[in-house]
Nanobody, 121 residues
Framework: QVQLVESGGGLVQAGGSLRLSCVAS????????MAWFRQAPGQEREFVAT????????YYANSVQGRFTISKDNAKNTGYLQMNSLKPADTAVYYC??????????????WGQGTQVTVST
């Protein structure tokens, strides 16, 4: 069973950048597709991006396409979400998840604890 731990969140001004990391343990990361979701207060958990086991195939929500980049380094058992041109609407708790490529949170068995991203105006 894989365990996931996110880091890298924080407070940033609009237009700024952050890189989130998701370290996996308990299993070979190369065996898992992964995704990033986010959840703002009072809202449902929202799909952000997903990446294949090998890291060669990615898919993004329309709201982040062109601004965010998902990647994974299987040798380091770590996934990443590079977030550029951040907007206040990106403010949320960000979660990494495995093992699926679905855009629905219920399809994922493994979740991290989340990391807060706050974008100020």
């Amino acid at each position: 069973q894989v365990q996931l731990v996110e880091s890298g969140g924080g407070l940033v001004q609009a237009g700024g950048s952050l890189r989130l990391s998701c370290v996996a343990s308990g299993g070979a990361f190369s065996n898992y597709a992964m995704a990033w979701f986010r959840q703002a207060p009072g809202q449902e958990r929202e799909f952000v991006a997903t990446i294949s086991k090998s890291g060669t195939s990615t898919y993004y929500a329309n709201s982040v396409q062109g601004r965010f980049t998902i990647s994974k380094d299987n040798a380091k058992n770590t996934g990443y979400l590079q977030m550029n041109s951040l907007k206040p609407a990106d403010t949320a708790v960000y979660y990494c998840a495995a093992d699926s490529r679905a855009r629905v949170a219920a399809q994922y068995d493994y979740w991290g604890q989340g990391t807060q991203v706050t974008v100020s105006t």
